[in-house]
């Protein structure tokens, strides 16, 4: 990094103090970490901006395509990345085109000798062009692959294998091709566990099967067998692993039980839209009700997955109503739960929550469907979320027609909150008591509305002051203020009370002429509105990372209208605009 020396003043922040010093600068950009990303946000706006496009970078299809560049003078330079040192990044996002060729792609792996995170989006067959890649990717940690059209995923697990990425931590497979899931070779897959044991700890695979073979755990089926897989098979374990993920796939009850065997430490599970006969295994009583409430200790011997922490489950389709309590029941450390099945009947939900409060439970994430034909009563519903296992929740969705103060016991610790609701229009009289609850989460980070707004009321009095300009408060930001010797003036009280900060928030506007509960949305030309946009959500909330806008319009709004409209936000904020699913 060049940077020239600037004057210091009495009114120079610390910021102006730091990059006056180059060496400095540059010494506090060889430690950052791209974890280190977002609390660096929080310190400072201009040391995130300054920082944050050397430590990821992303290459699409264009940079791909570019003629082989002109070497800049430093052996560490990256001429794609105008001279910005290669020993800082650290995470690299790659799209391949359908016809990738090798050349480019190694060239820019090559010069990140340092990469601990990759991610490639692939829209290819040729998957031989992951063995000449990989070969400099030798220190990941982490490593996604999106593979955008059908492919014969073994090849890509070979080259994998060749690879040798002993350090993975994270591993995720996403085949995103609509259709069956792609068959993989178990004794392929079970090859790079045994290679990363010693460092996997999160794998996600989606739209994968696991396929029986010859012979190990998944061996050819015989007479009486369930696909090969059975339990008495089991040969090895993976006690690493703490994170698994399965997604758009195939289970049974017999695999689901030879999952639990290969990962008896698991911590995390998540089941996302995979068909079969699995979830009874899942939710079967390990012993007589009769004994239950008494024994909990000889259910946690009996459950599946005993160890979880975080337990997340979303079926295919729903073919009848359980009883959540099953999904608790000998697992003593799990704070995490999340599902979209549902209850078994009308007030079971304060079944489950009493049971978790008695023998212990601490939840801090919280999904569970409360939205049932004739709907709970809000006496129910503020009954089983004023429970105390919520009482220190720190993420909950809701989906109710209504909602309540007393529904929010845990309003001092919650930082993302989700309402769902079907997309239905917040009437003004909800709209108010909304804006009374979001006043109440001084800690909330994360916003998520599904329901149509009718102007942005419900954001009133939260965040900052539209009418005090930023400028006015540009020192009010402690990050910002004068040190050493200069004198440091005392924030006033109008940056403190801009909580809560958010920095993600998710909303539909526009919404259509005809509720979707009264039938088929009806969309409106009106356009968005993005100067009310700007002025009631983008300047209250300036710390704001993330807005996503649904709409019920016909068409997304003009490029012409967005891209000036784009250009007056903070740098670091990603918009982004779609319609609803007519």
């Known amino acids: 990094m060049q940077l020239s020396p600037a004057p210091i003043s009495p009114t120079s922040c610390p910021i102006d103090i730091v990059f006056s010093i180059p060496e400095l600068a540059d010494h506090i950009a060889r430690c950052l970490r791209a974890s280190h990303l977002r609390q660096l946000r929080l310190v400072s706006k201009r040391l995130y901006c300054a920082y944050q496009p050397q430590l990821s970078v992303s290459f699409p299809d264009a940079s791909l395509a570019l003629p082989a560049p002109t070497y800049a003078d430093s052996a560490d330079e990256d001429p794609r990345l105008f001279g910005v040192p290669t020993y800082r990044i650290r995470s690299i996002s790659l799209t391949f085109d359908d016809k990738p060729t090798a050349g480019p792609i190694v060239e820019v792996l090559a ?272 009954k089983f979320y004023n429970a105390e296992c919520f009482r220190y929740l720190q993420y909950v969705f809701m989906q109710t027609w209504d909602h309540t103060i007393n529904m929010f016991p845990f309003a001092g610790t919650l930082t993302s909150l989700h309402l769902g609701g079907k997309a239905d229009v917040i009437t003004s009289q909800h709209a108010t008591t909304l804006n009374e609850i979001l006043k109440r989460l001084p800690l909330l980070e994360v916003l998520i509305i599904e329901r149509f707004l009718q102007g942005y009321a419900v954001f009133d009095g939260l965040g900052r002051d539209v009418a005090i300009s930023l400028s006015e408060l540009e020192l009010s930001d402690p990050s910002e203020q004068p040190v050493g010797g200069f004198q440091k003036p005392i924030p006033p009280p109008e940056w403190i009370q801009e909580r809560p900060f958010l920095h993600e928030l998710q909303i539909y506007a526009c919404p259509p002429a005809r509720p979707p509960t009264t039938g088929p949305i009806v969309s409106l030309n009106d356009p968005l509105d993005l100067d009310e946009l700007h002025s009631s959500v983008v300047q209250r909330f300036r710390f704001l990372e993330k807005l996503k806008v649904k709409t019920a319009l016909r068409h997304k709004p003009r490029e012409h209208r967005i891209e000036p409209w784009k250009a007056t936000l903070p740098t670091w904020l990603d918009v982004d605009f779609s319609m609803m699913n007519k």
């Not at 002993?166 to 085949?175: E, G, M, Q, S």
């Not at 079970?190 to 739209?207: D, F, H, P």
Request: proline share 4%; with cysteine.
């Open 111 to 382: 010069y990140h000798p340092h990469l601990s995170s990759l991610q490639i989006d692939f829209h290819g067959y040729n998957l031989r062009i992951f063995e000449t890649a990989f070969v400099h990717t030798k220190d990941l940690v982490s490593l996604t692959v999106v593979f955008h059209k059908k492919v014969v995923i073994d090849n890509f697990l070979k080259s994998l294998m060749v690879a040798g990425l002993r350090k993975l931590h994270t591993l995720v497979i996403d085949c995103k091709e609509a259709g069956s899931p792609s068959h993989a070779d178990w004794q392929l897959f079970r090859s790079i566990l045994e290679m990363t044991e010693g460092s996997l700890t999160t794998l996600k695979l989606a739209g994968m099967l696991l396929c029986p073979k010859t012979y190990g755990v998944l061996r050819k089926p015989i007479e009486g067998e369930e696909d090969g897989w059975t339990t008495g098979s089991v040969s090895m374990s993976f006690p690493r692993l703490q994170s698994l993920t399965l997604k758009n796939g195939e289970l049974s009850l017999a695999r689901i039980k030879v999952l639990h065997q290969l990962f008896p430490q698991l911590h995390t599970l998540e089941l996302d839209g995979c068909s079969g006969d699995w979830l009874p295994a899942l939710m079967e009583d390990p012993l007589p009700e009769a004994v239950q409430r008494q024994l909990d200790q000889q259910l946690q011997d009996h459950a599946l997955f005993p160890e979880l922490r975080s337990l997340k489950v979303w079926l295919v389709f729903q073919s009848g109503r359980k009883r959540l309590l099953d999904m608790v029941l000998g697992r003593m450390h799990l704070h995490t739960l999340g599902t979209d099945i549902l209850p078994m009947f009308k007030g079971v939900i304060n079944e489950l929550a009493d049971h978790c409060s008695v023998v212990g439970h601490r939840f801090t994430h919280l999904t569970v469907q409360t939205y049932i034909t004739g709907g709970h009563s809000i006496e129910e519903l503020e």
